[in-house]
């Protein structure tokens, strides 16, 4: 650190320089590692989220699912995410040497594309479970202390899925001081990432000498643009039919554009239709069931998620029994699928993409079927 580096207390009219000072003063004999972890593990909100998003009126908010996760050859320190289910992996180093520079950014690389190739919720989910349940409490209770009493956690594993499909993963390097080509890497790729994202974390301890010591968190690697873009801000889009229509313009296999159009129409003319609320990025509408809740998400990208739980909730059991039993026929669902033992939002097995003319009409048909509605 720069032994010149002051923050200033206003008393008055005086500014009172605080220098920097050496973080182990503050506690029980720890190197800086041991202390740097205990302090991203209990104390997530260090993250600053208006600086992670600075564009955004709803910054992300971190809870931990995990630590020393398995992720290729090395395990990952901690393994968070934001209340919009983008993983984020961080990454505990104190940077002495150039090497030791370039090897953390070859490690994150690897945790991101293990997670966006090997991983999914299911496993993402156990993590966290065994994690919280090793301290005592429930993994659900660990995500409404963090995002509020309130809050989806069925939307948030759905929101999560589709992360991991779009190779929307975040990355944080943290650190007490990141070295100048640390930061000129990190900011370099955070630029060229189209969905991923990759910043630094300082951490830096100011003090003069007391008992009490300010600890400043900076985000390394972002800005205003480059987060607009990437749409991993924190916020999420009503997704109405105009808005989907002008997303459906991008999409280049025109046999998923068609079906995806006709699915809209279908849903619109039927009063079946749900705006979706995701990421941006992740255009979706949902397809009610008999209770008017949800029962399918379309995803702009082909995958179709199946709401069991409301059918469970208000929906007949014969009805979904009927329905599961089609689904599975046509190859849609496993054949092992348990309605009552799931403990996942499934996705449906084929994209809309790779569905035959024949399963895409019969899929309609059924739900056709499902409300009772003329062919």
Known sequence: MKKNDEV?????????????????KSGPEKTLEELFTDIIENNPSIIPGQQVAPETENPPVFVNLGQK???????????????????????????????????????????????????????????????????????????FHAF?????????????????????????IVSDDLRPEMKLMIEYLNSQLMHGEVLGLELKCYGDGGQSMLLIPSIIGQSFSVSSRKGLKGGAIEWSRELLYKELEEITDPFLKSRLSELIEFAISNNLFIAGKTLEGLASFGIKGLSGERLFTVYLNGKVSFFISEINDLDTIIKRDELIGSLKSMDLLPKKFDSVKFTEIPFLDKNLSRLHEKEFRDLLELIKKFHSLKS
């Open 148 to 172: 509020g009493p309130d809050f989806n956690i069925n939307n948030f594993w759905t929101m999560m899925e589709m992360s991991i499909s779009s190779g929307k993963i975040r990355s944080i």
């Open 69 to 143: 996760i398995r992720a290729g050859i090395w395990d990952l320190d901690f393994l968070f995410a934001d209340q919009y289910g983008v993983p984020t992996i961080i990454e505990m180093k104190l940077i002495k040497n150039p090497e030791a520079s370039r090897a953390v950014i070859g490690k994150i690389i690897e945790y991101a594309a293990t997670i966006a190739r090997e991983w999914n919720t299911d496993f993402i989910r156990k993590q966290a479970q065994d994690y919280w349940s090793k301290k005592g409490r429930l993994l659900e209770d660990a995500l």
């Open 8 to 24: 200033f207390i206003i008393k008055g009219n005086q500014l009172n320089p605080v220098p920097v000072e050496n973080i182990l």
